[in-house]
């Protein structure tokens, strides 16, 4: 990557909010934070106020518009807002709310007829890199166990209609099995990771989904196992919560800024 590339950002909480003290810091050569959508002028103040050089308050178009890269981190019910100006403008859309392109898959399509790009981060998760090299060959399965904290999932409606009652559970209580597809309709905010799991390997239809309340825990916790013509693996991770969004693990915004660095970076290592 040659010149300077402007970026905005959509949405000033936890993802957004580090990424951009990190633009602004100088920490990700390369691009310049050029405006940020965040959901009140008060707000846009509010991460303007930590920065050295203020960004521009801008609209959705005007993001599109104004940059040749966007990220998204908006709550999912805003996501199509952003991405449909985006992709029309023909740019670099990078999505956090992955789960959103299970639901709306026909922006992939509509990204290639506008010349667009989607980027996926790993965000919160891990293995990404050896997945997509097994997917160059034959993948026979991928199954992935999300285990939250109770309070994580309890608010859920699906609990309700299933008949799950979470309160007081002492043990590990799983409540959902299912393809990415099927659990994505009923947990939409704990499917994230999953959604890009099922977009780097073998689809949503394709990759399995196990989600258990865990009682024990105090971290989301996420295995993947894979099992393939070239490999077998497993991998793990346990996320610690960020302080602004105990919701969005840590690691979720660093990942963010790993991909960026990576687009000027001289020596490039993993797929
Ligand atoms: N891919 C992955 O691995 C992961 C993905 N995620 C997903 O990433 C997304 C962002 O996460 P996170 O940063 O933690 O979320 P936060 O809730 O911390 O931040 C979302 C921000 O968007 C702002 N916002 C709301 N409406 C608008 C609007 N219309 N225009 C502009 N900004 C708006 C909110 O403002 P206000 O607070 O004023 O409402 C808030 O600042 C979520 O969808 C989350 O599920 C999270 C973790 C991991
Ligand atoms: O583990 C996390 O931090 C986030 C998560 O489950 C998801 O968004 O799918």
């Known amino acids: ?102 639901e709306h898959p026909n922006l992939i399509s509509y990204a290639q007829e506008q010349g667009a790009r989607i980027v996926v981060p790993s965000g919160a998760m891990l293995g990404l890199d050896a997945l997509k090299a097994a997917a160059v060959g034959e993948i026979q399965s991928v199954v992935i166990e999300t285990r939250k904290p109770v309070a994580g999932l309890i608010k859920a409606p699906y609990l309700a209609k299933a008949g799950i009652d979470l309160a007081g559970i002492t043990e590990a209580v799983r409540v959902i099995e299912g393809s990415v597809t099927e659990v994505a309709r009923e947990f939409p905010a704990n499917v994230n990771v999953a959604a890009a799991l099922s977009l780097a390997g073998i689809g949503p239809d394709r990759t399995r989904m196990e989600v258990w309340a865990d009682s024990t825990l105090e971290r989301n916790t996420h295995t993947v196992r894979v099992t393939s013509d070239s490999s077998d693996f497993t991998v793990a991770i346990q996320g610690r919560p960020s302080l602004d969004n105990p919701a ?24």
Do not use: Y
């Open 248 to 271: 969005t693990g840590l690691i979720t915004p660093l990942s963010v800024i790993a991909l960026l660095r990576n687009q000027s970076a001289t020596l490039q290592v993993g797929t």
């Open 1 to 102: 990557m040659g010149n300077i590339q402007n970026i905005g950002i959509a949405g000033t909480g936890a993802i957004g909010a580090k990424v951009a003290r990190a633009l602004d810091q100088g920490d990700i050569p390369g691009f310049h934070l050029a405006g940020v959508a965040a959901s009140s002028q008060a707000r846009s103040d509010e991460l303007n106020a930590t920065l050295s050089k203020p960004a521009p308050f801008m609209s959705f178009g005007d993001l599109a518009r104004e940059c040749d890269w966007i990220l998204e981190c908006l709550p999912p019910a805003q996501f199509v807002d952003l991405a449909r100006p985006v992709l029309s403008a023909g740019k670099t859309l990078i999505v956090l709310s992955c789960s959103q392109l299970l």
